[in-house]
Every structure is written in C-alpha cells, then in structure tokens.
C-alpha cells in the first residue's frame, strides 16, 4: 500500500504536525508498511455486519441541567504558554 | 429568461438551558474572560462529557412543534478542525444519525400558505470566542475567551424549498417564534443566540436541477438576511446573464456595504475526519419521552393567529402582531376577556403598548379599563394615552389616576347641547359662513367648546352636536 | 513478618498491619522511599517522585488511625500511579514532553478512589509517551528498565508502573490498558496486572489515548493485592458517560473461590506459529495447574483473531488522532518558541512536543479517518470489531474462562525493536482481541524462562466477570509460586 510523500504531508497538515523532511521520508516508508499491513482487512466479507463504534450498548447517562462554577479559573489559566490578563493569548492567524 | 432562487436556510439556535450542554459551567451571557470554564470545555487532559438532559429535552420540544420525526438512535460525532476557540480541536455535534429530521413549518405570505421543508435539527456545542487584541491590523497576537465554549445549540436545517428572501424572512420569523414559544431559547439575533446561515443558487425558471450554491454568512438580523439574500440572488442572475458560471464558496455579508463578498483567505479544504465520539453512548430517545414532551407544546404562533382572527374577528395583520409573542398575546386574550367590548381597539392597545406589556409593566385590566372608558365616551383618545404612559410609571390603577387627575370628558348630550347653543349664539359670522359652505369652520366651533370645557368634552360627540344643530 | 524486608511484604499484608498497629504508615512509606533511590536510578520507573508529601500523607493516615479512624482498605498503604491519571497540583506528563509541566486542577476519579481508600502516593509511574507503546522506551523522561534484566524493556505502556511492583518500590499501581498495557508489562516483569471489563474503572481525568479501549486497572505482586486494588477504583462514575452501573462484587473473596468444574477454554488461534517455545510451556503448566484443581480445558476457536492487530491500528490510532489534537501549545503545556502565526505555532508545538511513536500513530489515525478512505479504514475496522466481539460472545456461551499467552516472548533488549514499528506492534498481539471486545482480562506469572525472564499467563472473562479471571489467576499463583520481587542485581 504506497503512499506518496505528498499525501504524507497533506497528512501532517491535517493533523497540525511540523515534520522535517527526514521524518516526512520515514513516515512515508513506515505509514506504506503499516498500512499494507492494515489493509488484510479486505481479505475479510463485512458485508452486512453492523459496525462497533461504542464499547459499550446502553443509551448515554445524562446530568441534571444545573450550574456548578469549577470557582478555580486561575488554576486552569496558570497553565497557559501565554495569556493576558485572563485570556489565553495566542499568534496571529496569518493567512497565506 | 426568468430565473428563480433555490434557497436553503441553517439556524444555530442557543438552546435556554442554565449550564452547558457538556459540563455545569454557567451559559450566562457577557461574564469577564473564561470565568465560565472549568477542566471539560476548556478541553484538559483526560475530561469527559457528559450530557445535559434538559438540551436533548428542548431539541426534542422543537422536534415535535416542527412536525419532526425524533429518532430513537443518534449519535454525538466528533468535528475534528484546529482553532484556538475550540479547546478540544473537535467540536461535539451530530452529523450521520442527528436527533430528529423530517419536518416542516407552514408560513402564510399574501393568503396562502407555504410549506417549507425541515431536512434534520441536532445538538451540538459551542465553540468561544476569539479577540484579536488591539484595532489596528499590525496586532500580532489574539485572545481566546472560552467562556462560549460547550454552550449548547441546536442547528435547524430546512430544505431548499424556499424561493424568495421574503419567504426566507418569513420562515425565519415564525421558526424565531416557534423556539421563543417553546421557551428553548431566547430568539436574540444580536446576542448571536439565533444565527442563521444560507445557502444560495439560482436556475432558470423550469429546470429541475439545482445550480451552483454559495454559502452565505455573517447576517445577524433578520433585514439583513433578506437584503443579503436579494443581493445575492441578483448578483448570481447577473453574473449567469452575463456568461459567467456561480463559484461554489462561501460568502459573507457586508451590511455597511450592502454587499456579500467571498470570504478572504484560503479556502481551506475541509476534511473535518467526523466519527463517533466514543466517549458519549448513543442518544436513546423513546417515545414515551417524545410524548410526554408533546403534551408541554404550547399553541403555535401559526395556530394562535388563525384563532385569534377568527375568535376576535381581528384582522390577520393584528393577530401576526399579537401572536409575535406568546405573552402579548395572551394579555391581549386577559384584556378582552376583562372587557367585551371592540377586541379591535383592544387589540390597537396591546400592540402599541406592547414593549410595556412584554416588559411586564401593565396588567390587562389597564387596557381594559381605558378601552371601555373609551367606548362608553368616559376619556378621550388623548386621555386614554395619557393613563396608560401614566400606569405605566407608577403601577397605580388606571381608573383611579383618571379620577385624580380629573381626566374625563363630557359626554352628557344635555350639557354638551347647552354649551354647543351658546357658543353657537356667541359667533354669529362663522355660523353665517358654514351654513354658506365652508364647513371647514367646524373645527373652530369645537375649538371653542373645548375651550368652553378645558378640553374635557367628548370629541366625537361635541362634532355630532354641532353637525346636528348647525344643519 | 519480620523476617520479610518490608518490600515484599504483599499489599494485603502491609494493610493489616497498619490497620492492627504493628506498623505505622510512615514506617512503610519510608522503607518504600528509600526502596525507591536505592532502585529507581536502575529501572527509571518514576517520573516524579513525592517524598515530603508521601511522608505528610502517611503521618496524616497515621493520626486518623491514632484518633480510631481508617479511611478505607488502603489505609497507610503507599502505592503509586501511571503518570497518565491527573493528580491535582502533581505534574502529570503523560510521558510526553508536550505535557511536561501540566499541572492538573482535578484529581482522576481514580486517583481519588485511591485516596478515599486511604492510600499514600509515592509517585507517577514511567510510561510509553501517551500510553503508545509496548516496551516504555516512547516516554520522554527515558526508558524504563525491566528489573529482571536491566538490559530488557519492562513491556509497555505501564512499564514503569509493572517495574516499579517488581522491584519492591511500591506495594501496587495502577496503569492503563488500551490493547495490552497492563497485562503484557505485568507478564514481562512477573507481576499481577489486571484489565477490567470496559467501563468498570473510571476514565475521568485518565489522558485519553483510545476512548473506546482505555480502561485503568491494577498491577501487583499477587493476584487477591490486585483483587483488593480493583475493588477500590472500580465503580459507577456519573463524570464517565461511559462507566456502568454495575454493583462492585467481593473481588478479594473471588480471589479464593474453587476452579473446580471451571471450563477453561484455549483458542488454538493464540497457540499457533510465533509462540516462544518457553512462553508455551509455561502456558501448558498453568492450564496444568487449573485442570490439577479440578477445571477442565476445552479447545475452543477465536476465528478473526488474525484481524485484530489490524483492527486495533486503525481504530486506536484514529481516536487518538482526535483525543491528542488538543494538545496545541494554546492552553497548557509545551509550546514552541519564536513561531510566526497560529498555523505554525501549533504545527511546530506539535512536532516538536510529540515524539516519534505519537506522531506516527495521529498519522494513521488521521489517515484512515480523512476524506475517501474512512469506509475502508475506520468504517471497516468497525465491523471486524463486530466479529471479533461475536467470537468471544460465542466462545463464552461454552467456556468460563480462556486462557492464552499474554506476550508471545519474554522481554526483549532495550532498542531491538523500536525502530521497527509492526514487528513491535506484533507483542500485543494477545492482549489487544480484549480490549476490542471490551472484556476482562488478566496476567498472572506461570513459569520463567531459560535465561531467568518472568512468563504471564493471560485469562479472559464475560463482561463484568472479573470474579471467574480472579478465581483462575489466584489459582495458578497458589499452584505455582514464582519470586514476585527481582532480585537486587537483574
């Protein structure tokens, strides 16, 4: 199952990864291994068979609609990379 | 060649609930800076959500007013996109399996009635908001407020059955009045708690297929959107009759300029890599639930003005207004009920004195009470506006500040006759010349009773007399 | 007693005699801590390391016992965390560089179970960067050594935590196992690790790698410290949309019921070509063991079990593709430095703050989730899923139990297979069919192998039937004792 360089990095620029080249290169060869490797699956006839997306079968648990305030904003604040005053400060969106 | 618009609209509406959709962080609106956040809309490591009942309750309500089918399975989708307002670089929504779809709104325009398709509504939440410090372009940083974050909404996505912008505003109204009737949410378009965005094509008059669509953004109220839209419409039919082809993007809507224009930048493409979120189960909704809920569903504001017409025998025009709020409606209901008088002039009351009457600062006894003082020539039309601004500022009862600002009039047809007979004997040449024609002179012989009366006699009455008795 | 260090005492025996006063708290903790800087700089299974606050919390245990009152049946005991559940005012990393310095403002409800129960926390356990590993050699603080062998990896991702038991720094832990990291580091470091069923422990404040598979559970020296640690984190969670409400049985008193008349079953699946020669006789002994008691072995068969590996990389890289997308240098955490605009300040906060293994794996995961190949990935791998829980449905409806390997080697060498991603993603290749099914699955030690390396042995359960692995484990530890501590020179 190759996959192209190109597709490797349209790949990171979905998921917001800086790669070197070197990596970009490794990743190429080590995702087309993993992936042919995946790919047995087609060996396999789901036709017909109702997919698994959740663990578990039961409908989901609700809370009740009242406001509790966490009353601790700063201890989540203090972790910021960068904040001002109490935003969360961050670069520009620089359009290319 | 004729063309017509293909329009589909998609409301975001903020659901009224008291916490997030999520967490137990307050919605509460214009909070300084991320005081509404706690680890699980602020997307922390390891958070979980977890689902407020009373979000699926409203959707569902909303369901069930716009004749949708709820679904017994949904299911909340991650929408994987990175922006600095969205914590968890996914937002929760419901995209295959959404919580109800298959329903319709009928709206009236000119005496028929339309019925536009309503494709899905779902859940999902809020992203928050980010500043971008400083006016000036230079700035190089901005600011993220997650105080928005996980707030609920329900987008509303109707068919492409709407043709006009008028009938898009009209959709938009009644869908604006159904939700602010089912008290889901507060219908405020400046504050952003009912968003609306369109998609847009045209084609010529006769085809089936749809052309090209542009997607428009950014028109916060519902003029806008119906300007937006017209000129969206034209510039499409223009840029088709002058040989070109509609590009499909999506646009927005410059209201100082009049204009939509594409928006700027690069156009990203969207893969947005949506899946099941495993850490929320499915939507389980039995019917049972669905109708206990249907029996909380108020009259609709498209029932109440038929009604309203009809049991009033108002004309259609008043029953819109009063039906555009469920709580002017029901006073104008209280105040005829309290007087059986005219529901007409009643009906004049309620919709002039309805900022009042929705702000809760008038009882329908108020109206009651000036209608029927009116009626039986009591107060005058001008009195009449004087209470009411009076009840208004001070909460007392109407009848009672009439008498102690002694503001009746003179209905008596006895006492006005007397004083009609002598004004009349008082000014000999007006009476000369009104009888020669120039009946224009009327208005100075009930100037002079007014006067006579300091302004207390009953217009229509001192008109009546003085008609009688100068022939 | 006393002829035992205090380091091998069993957990079940550090608690009663902290409970009955033969012993305080802080007796223990600092035995324990000094147990730690004399091991810890061999094995690396720390990455932080709480003396002055263990010794507060353990003087604190002491004088609520003093005053008549235990909190729970952890009392005094010290234990320590995988660094991936959140510890109010405690870095919690992760193992990653891009959480470095998180410091959390909520406790996991796992972390508060424990210290409901009384328990003193001596530190937060080495792991495989974000739990994505299988030989702790991915974390960014360094890998963790397997104290039988300081040249061998301690399995992965809960190796720090699997080492640290086995060498005696704490009296249990508790890890995490998306598709074998409990049971397989258990398994390579002669320890008891436990895989609860899914939504029996809590994932609240427990870092996200896969939703649907993640699920925390217990690694101790013998079977009935690591029935004692389930029964205190397992529980409903109302924080966890994904917890059931299923009452928490005895788990200690399942640790002693017979195996008489038990149906063992062995999925011939798991006994074919790859298996370590030592691994499967090691294997035979504990079946062995169980039919001595009076269980019977049933030759059963797992026919998708050669899909699950696939499977398993595709759905638990595409979950985490999205669970990791958070970290983005915007609200805590690493942030690169000097970056100009939005789009390269995450970018490079991104691949610089995950490492190689990480990135690799939101690389598959956004792969096989973006436009045009979600049906043949993620879509596909969900109806597999289907079938390999069907399998176990119908395995169970003969069998109590299964028994398989739970690692198809012994411990392999530091660096032998960290470049190679598949063949390293082939060691959980026993472990990774339980988590997809959701089931509980356990490791218990079963032999050695000829160059002294621990052996596990793995039982799997219906749903919410932990009881039946604990009855079969507790009876192979009785059966065949084993050394649970290293020894000092591995």
Known sequence: MAITREEVLHVARLARLALSSDEADRMREQLGDILAYIRQLDRLDTSGVVPTSHAVETGTPYRDDSVHPFGEKEEILKNAPDREDDFFRVPRIIED | MGFEAVIGLEVHAQLATESKIFCACSTGFGAPPNENTCPVCTGMPGVLPVLNRKAVEFAIRTAVATSCRVQSRSVFARKNYFYPDLPKAYQISQYELPLAVSGHIDIERNGT??????????????????????????????????????????EIVSEPDIRTPEEGGAYLRRLRDILVYLEVCDGNMEEGSFRCDANVSVRPRGQKEFGTKAELKNMNSFRNVEKALEHEIRRQIELIEDGGAVVQETRLWDADAGVTVPMRG?????????????????????????????????????????????????????????????????????????????????????????????????????????????ETGTISATASKTLVEA??????????????????????????????????????????????????????????????????????MVQEVLKAKLG | MAAIPVHEWTLLDAARAVREREVSSRELTRAL?????????????????????????AAARDEELAAGGARGPLHGVPVALKDIFCTKGIRTTCGSRILHDFDPPYDATVTGKIR????????????????????????????????????????????????????????????????????????????????????????????????????????????????????????????????????????????????????????REYFAGGLDASVRTAVEKALGALVSLGAEGVEISLPHT??????????????????????????????????????????????????????????????????????????KAQKVRTLLRRDFQEAFAG???????????????????????????????????????????????????PDGLPIGAQLLGRHFDEEAILAAAAAIEREIPLPRVAPEEG
């Open chain 3, 116 to 267: 409901e129960a009384g328990a003193v926390l001596l530190g937060k356990q080495n792991m495989d960067e974000f739990a994505m590993g299988s030989s702790t050699e991915t974390s960014w603080f360094g890998p963790a050594r397997n104290p039988w062998a300081t040249d061998r990896i301690p399995g992965g991702s809960s190796g720090g935590t699997a080492a640290a038991v086995a060498a005696g720094t704490c009296f249990a832990g508790v890890g995490t196992d998306t598709g074998g990291s409990i049971r397989q580091p258990a398994s390579l470091c002669g320890v008891v690790g436990v895989k609860p069923t899914y939504g029996r422990v809590s994932r609240y404040g427990m870092i996200a790698f896969a939703s649907s598979l993640d699920q925390g559970g217990p690694i101790a020296r013998t079977v009935p410290d690591a029935a004692a640690v389930l029964g205190v984190i397992a529980g409903h969670d109302r924080r966890d949309s994904t917890s059931v409400d299923v009452p928490v049985p005895d788990y200690l008193a399942a640790t002693g019921r017979s195996v008489k008349g038990m149906r063992v079953g062995l999925p």
């Open chain 3, 399 to 449: 069998v109590d139990v299964i028994l398989t390997p739970t690692a198809p080697t012994p411990a392999f060498r530091i660096g032998e297979k960290v470049d190679d991603p598949l063949t390293m993603y082939l060691s959980d290749i026993y472990t990774i069919p339980c988590n997809l099914a959701g089931i509980p699955g356990i490791s218990v030690p079963c032999g050695m192998s």
């Open chain 2, 391 to 460: 009840a208004i500022g001070t909460g007392k009862p109407v009848r009672q500040i009439r008498d102690e600002k002694g503001l009746t009039q003179i209905s008596d047809a006895g006492a006005l006759e007397a004083i009609a007979d002598k004004v009349i004997a008082g000014n000999p040449k007006e009476v000369e010349s009104y009888r020669a024609g120039k009946t224009g002179l009327l208005s100075f012989f009930v100037g002079q009773i007014m006067k006579e009366t300091r302004g207390k006699a009953n217009p229509r």
């Open chain 3, 306 to 379: 050669e899909y699950a590996l696939s499977t398993y990389y595709i759905i638990g890289p595409a979950e985490a593709s999205s669970n990791l997308a958070r970290y983005d240098g915007v609200r805590y955490g690493y942030r690169t430095e000097g970056a100009k605009g939005l789009i390269e300040m995450m970018s490079r906060t991104r691949g610089e703050g995950f490492g190689a293994e990480v990135k690799r794996r939101i690389m598959i995961g956004t792969y096989a989730l973006s436009a045009g190949y979600y049906e043949a990935y993620y879509g």
């Open chain 2, 266 to 374: 690069k156009e990203e493409a969207h893969d947005y890599r949506y899946f099941p979120d495993p850490d929320l189960l499915p939507l389980h909704i039995d019917e049972a639930w669905v109708e206990e809920l249907r029996k909380t569903i108020p009259e609709l504001p498209g029932e109440k003005i038929a009604r309203l017409a009809s049991r009033y025998g108002i004309p259609r025009y008043d029953a819109e207004l009063l039906s555009s709020s469920r709580l002017l409606a029901d006073f104008f209901e209280a105040s005829a009920a309290a007087f059986g008088g005219n529901p007409k002039v009643t009906a004049n009351e309620c919709i002039q004195w309805k900022e009042a009457i929705v702000a809760g600062r008038l009882s329908p006894e108020t109206i009651a009470h000036v209608v029927e003082d009116r």
């Open chain 2, 113 to 154: 009635t339309r019925r536009i398709g309503i494709t899905r509504i779902h859940l999902e939440e809020d992203a928050g908001k980010l500043v971008h410090a400083g006016a000036f372009a230079g700035a190089q940083t901005s600011l993220a407020d997650l105080n928005r974050c996980s707030v609920p909404l329900m």
């Open chain 3, 33 to 57: 801590l000094e147990r730690i800087d004399r091991m810890n700089p061999r094995i690396n299974a720390y990455i932080t390391i709480l003396p002055e606050q263990a010794m507060r919390e």
